[in-house]
């Protein structure tokens, strides 16, 4: 047997909060709230069995194979014919196929921005962007979000105050326009418009990510903003809200110039051919329409069974948006609650979720909370709502004995 010797991680690793507490300790009956998660009947087993069988049958040495070039054509056909529905007119040589849409907001930020760079977000955004943007040691700024999606106007103030003090403006305003996550709000017109034009008067580019455009209940589309500015906006869309997050697969749209570098820095060189190459096969397959109103039929009843359950076991105790599409609700508590002072109450009491600080910069955002609405069927989340308002008002009564005693 070898005597283990010591080793040392690379100094180049960044302390980074890992937000995996939903995870810890996984007990059986855990009823998960915490990630983006899809309904697991959703996801098309059958379907893609045989998307695979016909993909190896028709393509099966091109399947496996290098690819050469930028990759199976069909879907870049497919993302370029889809896009139309959202007002986005693409070549193929704009659009990049990337493994998920994580990955092309990795492949942005570092075409894009040196260390030190200023990146803009919303208030509060999703996690997973932040981690990207902090990987890339850049400067963060944040905005916050109303009803209507971001505050444009707050944005353009800082921008005005910016040129006259001489300070540096940003390089990428990082955006959910669709059913923000965490927020479930949608940008109006009106703000998409201005947005695109302050991209082109201060020269920065908006990483448009639309995970979730598809995710609509009332059928209520909104044009993306890249259609109001296609030389400064950089659209993002996934596979994985509407087929399966386990493809990897998602996609970008943006200037020729950029899409090129992007390919450049993509060091796995070509998002998985296979998978490619069956997704294909399934998108021939499928009526895309039919799933993606099977999804949301699914989504609503969630939502909706959420929501009453919500105002059931919480009554006036918490507030909040309600969502027309997407993955999540948002809730707000009362300003004295840190909601990440019981997630390990609610992770014993069966339930889990994610903190509201983990959506924001720092030191903002402690008396929200995410939850997912898709993933558990509509008892399960009464139970699980059930569950979260017992752990919270034991949580409450606790720090008020606290508070007494003291
Ligand atoms: C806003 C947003 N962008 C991107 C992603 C990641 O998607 P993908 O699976 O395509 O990497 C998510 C997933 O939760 C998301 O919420």
Redesign the pocket.
Known sequence: MHLLKQFSFSKRFPEIEVVGSAFAGKQDDLIPLSF?FPAPESLPVDKMTAATEAAMNTQGRQALAYSGGTGPKNILNWIKERSKLREIEATEKEIIVTA????A?DLITRTLTDPGDEIWVEAPT?F??LKTFRLAETNLLSFPIDEHGLRVDLVEQELIQRVKNNLPLPKLMYI?PNYQ?PGGVNLSIERRKRLAELAYEYNFFIIE?D??VELSFNKNYTPAIYSFGPERVIY?S???KIIA?GL?L?WAIGLKEIIEKMQILKIDGLTSVYVQEVTKNLLEQIDMDEQINNLNSIYLSRKNAMVSAIKQHFGEDVSFHEPQGG?FLWLTFPDDIDTSEFVDAAMLAGVSYIAGKHFFLQNEGYNHMRLCFTFCEEEIIQEAIKRLAKTYYEHVNSKQMIEEAN
């Open positions: 983006g998920g849409s994580s990955q907001i999703f997973g962007a959910i996550n990510d995970a979730y993002l996934t596979f994985s997050p990897r998602g993955f």
